[in-house]
């Protein structure tokens, strides 16, 4: 039986463009957005324990173990595979280790990414014989952005995140730069400024090639006043191509067909800030330990 499952990537996502299309009952906004999943990862590792406990090897600055999603997408399917009573070994316990590469309220998902990693890797190594559905509701319980990386392709995403619909999308190379800034995502969301009602689109109006792939983030307005380095990474990237900001920031990007291109600004970016260059993926590298 294997008992270890180590370097699981957990990827980054950039949304290639973010509507706010209203608000539910309970404050959370409806979106419409779509996720590109890139290769720029954390790297988890896994090993099982023979006793129910799990241990967090690596210190992630700033997240306590209790609060870290990793934890806490492991103890969650934890008790959902006890609820199911599947065949499960007795003892659902790991030892977890991180490589934290993402960073932080970036707007790339990497907490989420992180969750989805460890419920997918966690799943298999404990036999939980949970589906890719039950998986992606026990994830929406952790983070918006869960669904997406265990849905493992990209998607036209509405709801808060959770109704997806996968989308083919073109093989581009990115430019990722951390203006500096860390912006946690309620900020964003519970700002007076921000447009809450742009009107619906249809998945039908998006193909591989079409220049509205890349639309709007209507959090970028929100981000760019309250933080100015926002607004000064998109001014510079925006130099070379068109340049946006993911999710609720605070990174920007920029896309371009040929990696050269990529290569040539990734070596101009000044030296404040972090930037990295991406490769678009059509899916999740752990899409396989999902047999359904
Ligand atoms: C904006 C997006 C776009 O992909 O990504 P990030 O920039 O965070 O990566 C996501 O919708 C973020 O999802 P996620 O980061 O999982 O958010 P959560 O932890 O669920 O929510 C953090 C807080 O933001 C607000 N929130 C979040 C999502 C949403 N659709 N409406 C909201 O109003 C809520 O106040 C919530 O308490
Ligand atoms: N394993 C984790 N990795 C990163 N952040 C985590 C993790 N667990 C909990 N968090 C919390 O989630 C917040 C959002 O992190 P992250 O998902 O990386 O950014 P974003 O939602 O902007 O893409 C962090 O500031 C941190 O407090």
Known sequence: MTRTLNNCPAPAKLNLFLHVTGRRPDGYHLLQTVFQLVDFNDLLHFEMRDDDQIRRHTDIPGVP?????????????????????????????????IEKKLPMGGGLGGGSSDAATTLMALNHLWQGGLSREELMALGLQLGADVPFFLFGRNAFAEGIGESLQKLDTPALWFVIIQPGVTIPTAIIFSSSELTRNTKPVKMTDFSIGTKKLFGKNDLEVVAVSKFPEVAEAINWLGNFGEARMTGSGACVFCAFTEEHEADKVLKLVPTQWKAWKAKAMQEHPLAGLLKN
């Open 65 to 97: 173990e209790e609060s870290d999603l990793i934890v806490r997408a492991a103890k969650l399917l934890q008790s959902a595979i006890r609820a199911k009573g599947t065949s499960a070994p007795t003892a659902l316990g790991a030892n977890i280790g």
